[in-house]
């Protein structure tokens, strides 16, 4: 159950000459999935092939071209996150 009471710990401060600086810590996590198009683009994975065969549009960073993730990936990050 969701515990509504819970109350975020409060943001550790250090005084800096001039001014306060809060301390913020993140994580950067790398992971790499295995899957037959890449993650932003249905342009081919395929280790060997010609030099700039697997490039689509997106990949090029053509005007007017957006991105549509691959959701194959998602759900095996997701699976990854879950255990």
Not at 40 to 66: Q, R, Y
């Amino acid at each position: 159950m969701l515990d509504l009471a819970y109350q975020a710990p409060k943001p550790k401060v250090i005084s800096g000459a001039k001014a306060d600086w809060e301390l913020v810590i993140g994580l950067e996590v790398h992971a790499q999935v295995a899957s037959n198009a890449k993650l932003f683009s249905g342009a081919s994975t395929a280790f060997g092939a010609e030099p700039n065969a697997n490039v689509a549009f997106v990949d090029a960073a053509m005007p007017g071209m957006l991105p549509v993730i691959n959701e194959f990936c998602v759900a095996q990050a997701v699976r990854t996150g879950l255990g």
